[in-house]
Nanobody, 121 residues
Framework: QVQLVESGGGVVQAGGSLRLSCAAS????????MDWFRQAPGKQRELVAG???????SYGEPVKGRFTISRDNAKNTVYLQMNNLKPEDTAIYSC???????????????WGQGTQVTVSS
């Protein structure tokens, strides 16, 4: 009943920038926390950044100072601005959100399909 769709991935040279977007749609009563995760081949999935419904943010150590997470509650969308990209940032980036579909139900975890980010050289 709820879908998360990521966009903005692509190929960029080291030192470049990219902005990812994740829009939630469907049967939505309230969107709570939203997060970005990433997973590179042969590596475990890791939390990149998170943002609460109130706008408080947190970041994984490898991206602090380079990435910025933000959200537009009116659009049920979360963004990830990635600057000074490094080859080690190459991964599939996935959006996660806690969503309540109705006022009578508890929140559920939803995941997007993921978008590929490749940083060359």
């Amino acid at each position: 009943q709820v879908q998360l769709v990521e966009s903005g991935g692509g190929v960029v040279q080291a030192g470049g920038s990219l902005r990812l977007s994740c829009a939630a749609s469907g049967n939505i009563f309230r969107v709570d926390n939203m997060d970005w995760f990433r997973q590179a081949p042969g590596k475990q999935r890791e939390l990149v950044a998170g943002i609460t419904s109130g706008g408080n943010t947190s970041y994984g150590e490898p991206v602090k100072g380079r990435f910025t997470i933000s959200r537009d509650n009116a659009k049920n969308t979360v963004y990830l601005q990635m600057n000074n990209l490094k080859p080690e940032d190459t991964a599939i980036y996935s959006c996660h959100a806690d969503v309540r579909s109705t006022r009578w139900t508890t929140y559920k975890d939803y995941w997007g399909q993921g978008t590929q980010v490749t940083v060359s050289s």
